[in-house]
T-cell receptor, first 112, second 111 residues
Framework: DVKVTQSSRYLVKRTGEKVFLECVQD?????MFWYRQDPGLGLRLIYF???????EKGDIPEGYSVSREKKERFSLILESASTNQTSMYLC???????????FGPGTRLTVT | QKEVEQNSGPLSVPEGAIASLNCTYS??????FFWYRQYSGKSPELIMS??SNGDKEDGRFTAQLNKASQYVSLLIRDSQPSDSATYLC???????????WGLGTSLAVNP
């Protein structure tokens, strides 16, 4: 079974803090994705990575950065958290050549 | 703008009935389609993939794809209260690695 894990299920941070969300997959997948999900807005892609040290912007990259130093790990960074970044953050992965994405459990981030 | 559209619902069906969930897409380059189930507060879980025109069955679930009409559907037979969830439809964005997501249809199965 594909296993995607995320570092926290719930996180509360203050405005202006630097926030790190980590995602690890154990299936040697090439592709990894970060989404946020908000009521009425659905899943929105923030960034994705198709190889170590490679990244591409998704639909809403503003205010976020990512890091992929190892194949199994993909980190999302909020340089200076703001209240409008309060959301559910979902990580997903898939192997090269496949479109089926497998999700981690999600991190519900609250920025106060 | 490439889109995947779904009725938001809620779709309400009695236990034991067939639930029919529908999805249309705008990108004719999309070839692969997926249905995900998402329980409240949880992450999406892949339940069906379909790549060819026609029907694909897996247990109580049947996915249908009609590329000419740009239409994808999911039928759930013998619906159970445990099927109550939001169902997300997604299609690939041409040759891009990304998926285009619908906003989801909320399904309630009433005992």
């Amino acid at each position: 079974d594909v296993k995607v894990t995320q570092s926290s299920r719930y996180l509360v941070k203050r405005t202006g803090e630097k926030v790190f969300l980590e995602c690890v997959q154990d299936m040697d997948h090439e592709n990894m994705f970060w989404y946020r999900q908000d009521p009425g807005l659905g899943l929105r892609l923030i960034y994705f990575s198709y190889d170590v040290k490679m990244k591409e912007k998704g639909d809403i990259p503003e205010g976020y950065s990512v890091s992929r130093e190892k194949k199994e790990r993909f980190s999302l960074i909020l340089e200076s958290a703001s209240t409008n970044q309060t959301s559910m953050y979902l990580c997903a992965s898939n192997p090269a050549g496949s479109y089926e994405q497998y999700f981690g459990p999600g991190t519900r981030l609250t920025v106060t | 703008q490439k889109e995947v559209e779904q009725n938001s619902g809620p779709l309400s069906v009695p236990e034991g009935a067939i639930a029919s969930l529908n999805c249309t897409y705008s990108d004719r380059g999309s070839q692969s389609f997926f249905w995900y189930r998402q329980y409240s507060g949880k992450s999406p879980e892949l339940i069906m993939s379909i790549y060819s025109n026609g029907d694909k069955e897996d247990g109580r679930f049947t996915a249908q794809l009609n590329k000419a009409s740009q239409y994808v559907s999911l039928l759930i037979r013998d619906s159970q209260p445990s099927d109550s969830a939001t169902y997300l439809c997604a299609g690939n964005a041409g040759n891009n690695r990304k998926l285009i997501w619908g906003l989801g249809t909320s399904l309630a199965v009433n005992p």
